[in-house]
């Protein structure tokens, strides 16, 4: 079964990011791509992305001649997308174990940042429309 | 470059679908396969997924030993992805333009066309953070 785990964060958690020691980043992104290496390894791993940030976002709407209208701006109590995973594993309690190990990523003190992280069943196909 | 096309709404908003006629809905999905179908042929596409719905959301936290701690309960006003495209754009107004055209998906007259959230998916942090 596919899942998605999903690491998201409020604009005001990014912009400190880059007040992070070079040492502390190094680490947050070590254990990343530690984890990241284990996954692939063990064949659970099916994609992986990681987003830029919120300042680059743009939410985009269809004017009535079908044009792009966008917009930067969004609410303070929005939640971003940081990055996902998504991987291939038998069962729940794998997926929540593997969420579990993430959520555990350093922050800028080195303890761990046990962030919360979003998981759902990714859909194998589109829903049967009944045609 | 890679960009995201983000399609969120949130938990009102999904149940909402349950309320759209078969034919509504049929049209609905035959567009979203017909721009599946221009992404893939004109050679975008990089990856599409649907979630499931947000009523088996967990979020999870490791707890003190790193053993997973799952909970369920999440703030009414929470946006939940419903589903993503990666595509790979020469520029952001191209991004913007087929984030448009799915913004323009069939629905319901009465709420107008739906937001689609737009971000470029860099290479990796930068070299000198590894």
Known sequence: MKYILLMNTMKANCEPLAGWSQKAFQAHCGFMIAIDKELRESGEIVAAEGLSFPDQARLVRADKDGLPITDGIFPEGKEFLAGFWIIDVETKERAYAIAARVSAAPGPDGKPLNMPIEVRQVMSGRPSSGS | ?130
Not at chain 2, 64 to 78: A, M, Q, R
Request: hydrophobic fraction near 40%.
């Open chain 2, 1 to 130: 470059m890679k960009y995201i096309l983000m399609m969120s709404g949130t938990k009102a908003d999904v149940e909402w679908y349950a309320t759209w006629s078969k034919e509504d809905l049929q049209a609905h999905f035959a567009f979203m396969h017909a721009f599946n179908k221009e992404l893939r042929d004109s050679g975008v596409l990089v990856a599409t997924e649907g979630l499931a719905f947000p009523d088996e959301a967990k979020v999870v936290r490791a707890g003190k030993n790193g053993e997973p701690i799952t909970d369920g309960v999440f703030p009414e006003s929470k946006e939940f992805l419903a589903g993503f495209w990666i595509i790979n754009v020469d520029s952001p107004e191209q991004a913007y333009k087929l984030a448009a055209k799915v913004s323009s998906a069939p629905g319901r007259k009465e709420r107008g066309n739906q937001p689609i959230e737009v971000r470029p998916i860099p290479g990796g942090p930068p070299p000198e953070m590894l």
